[in-house]
């Protein structure tokens, strides 16, 4: 059904994994429309509670952009280039109710970088590579990576990484708070497994009200504490905070709907 994506499903876990290795991963086009509606689909299942995205083989997860696709592109189409991706898959990623977890299996730079960093948070192999070597191609990030990577390590940071077009290996990311675990290649994609299934257990519905008000945060014009005072009240009308709130009081394990 894809060609340069695969998917899989178990208990709960989608686990989507970028398949064009002989271009390190590279995100064309299709590649970003495929991510689309593979995340769509996901997101709009009832079964699918986490999303997982890695990269196919050991070396890495997106090595960026297709930068064959761009390199004769007019001021209007980066801009448009730029604005879609954004659209389809950055700021939907980062938007979607549903959890989704990058697993950096090797080079994240770029675009690849902008993408783990468009998850909701990040875990990484020992030999990750992460960075935003825009600068050197004469462009600049294009798909959040300006505005999301200050967020993520303070604006000195994201400005020396940019500036420098430098790349940063696992342990540094890990320091920077840019990924919250460093592990073996070996153990990346069960340790993934392990924390997407810890969320699994909880609410779904009080999950995707956490991302709004956490993302509320960043949001200009948005007054965060009032979206979570929000978010709060409507998780008193779901099915699930009647099961999670009984279960509690019958000292039982919630099962919920996910209503
Ligand atoms: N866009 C398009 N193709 C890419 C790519 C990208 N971002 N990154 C890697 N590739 C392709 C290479 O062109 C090469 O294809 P080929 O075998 O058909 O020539 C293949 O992937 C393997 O890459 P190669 O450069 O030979 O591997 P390497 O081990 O020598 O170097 C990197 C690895 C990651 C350092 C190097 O590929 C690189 O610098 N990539 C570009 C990173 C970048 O600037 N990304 C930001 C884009 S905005």
Redesign the pocket.
Known sequence: MYTNILTSHTNGITTITINRP???N?LNKQTIQELHDAIAVADQSNTSKVIIITGQGD??FV??????EFSNFSIDQGEELAAKGQELLFDFIANLGTPVIAAING?A???GLELAMAAHFRIASDTAKMGL??V??G?IPGYGGTQRLPQLIGKGRAMEMIMTAGMINANQALAYGLVNHVVTLDELLPLAEKLASKITRNSSIAIGAAINAVNACYEDGVNGFKTEIKEFGNCFGTEDFKEGTTAFLEKRKADFPGK
């Open positions: 002989s271009k390190l590279a070396k890495a090595a960026g952009a297709d930068i064959s080079f730079l770029g675009g070597p825009e050197s191609l462009v």
